[in-house]
């Protein structure tokens, strides 16, 4: 099993930028896709972003694509979010996510990730 803690949120203006991380308990079998995900009120949750750790494959939805970018290091058991040029629609709560499988916005949309982490409030003011 794998514990998450995730970190990084707050309230940044439109245009700024965040960076989210996520410390994992470890990278092994059952941290192989590591994602996050964010649920605004009244709306279902997102598959926003995942990187797989053995090789570092990433994946992106498209309303993030090309503003958010998702690391992983290793050797610290950490994978960040860098969120740049930030939007109001981008309020939300993220979540840290982690999955024996590997990942892809699509499979995480479709069926989750099997451990989570709290959530951190990410909030883009106009």
């Known amino acids: 099993e794998v514990q998450l803690q995730a970190s990084g949120g707050g309230l940044v203006q439109a245009g700024g930028s965040l960076r989210l991380s996520c410390v994992a308990s470890?990278?092994?079998?059952?941290?192989?896709?590591i994602g996050w995900f964010r649920q605004a009120p009244g709306k279902e949750r997102e598959g926003v972003s995942c990187i797989n750790s053995p090789d570092g494959a990433t994946h992106y939805s498209d309303s993030v694509k090309g503003r958010f970018t998702i690391s992983s290091d290793n050797a610290k058991n950490t994978v960040h979010l860098q969120m740049n040029n930030l939007k109001v629609e981008d309020t939300a709560v993220y979540y840290c996510?982690?999955?024996?499988?590997?990942?892809?916005?699509?499979?995480?949309?479709?069926?989750?990730?099997?451990?989570w982490g709290k959530g951190t409030q990410v909030t883009v003011s106009s």
């Open positions: 470890s990278f092994d079998r059952d941290a192989y896709g």
């Open positions: 996510a982690a999955d024996r499988a590997p990942c892809s916005v699509g499979r995480m949309s479709a069926y989750g990730m099997d451990y």
